[in-house]
């Protein structure tokens, strides 16, 4: 069975910085594109990452030149490195992992449970 399990978040004052990670275990051939949504109270779940295999990146708006992601040797893994955070990016952040095949030739797309990030002003 694949699971994606988050970890690293917590509270961190403005202007710091954060590392969050994420793994994805079960029995698993590849993955095509692994990432982090953030979604914050009363705003829409939004992207902040996402890597390919390959490692091609995509950043959304709020992460440009702050967050940087990447993905594990095993490629099982992606870290998200937040820098300079705001009090505006507090939210749950979770993880998923796109098209992942496993060795059972099971395809499916896959969420973490989720993270809290907190910026105090």
């Known amino acids: 069975q694949v699971q994606v399990v988050e970890s690293g978040g917590g509270l961190v004052q403005s202007g710091g910085s954060l590392a969050l990670s994420c793994v994805v275990s079960g029995n698993i051939y590849s993955i095509y594109s692994m990432g982090w949504y953030r979604h914050a109270p009363g705003q829409q779940r939004e992207l902040v990452a996402d890597?390919?295999?390959?490692?091609?990146?995509n950043y959304g708006d709020s992460a440009k030149g702050r967050f940087t992601i990447t993905r594990g040797n095993m490629r099982h893994t992606a870290d998200l490195q937040m820098n300079d955070l705001q009090p505006e990016d507090t939210a749950v952040y979770y993880c998923?992992?796109?098209?992942?095949?496993?060795?059972?030739?099971?395809?499916?797309?896959?969420w973490g449970r989720g993270i809290q990030v907190t910026v105090s002003s």
């Open positions: 998923y992992a796109q098209n992942v095949v496993t060795r059972e030739m099971e395809n499916g797309d896959h």
């Open positions: 890597i390919t295999s390959n490692g091609v990146t």
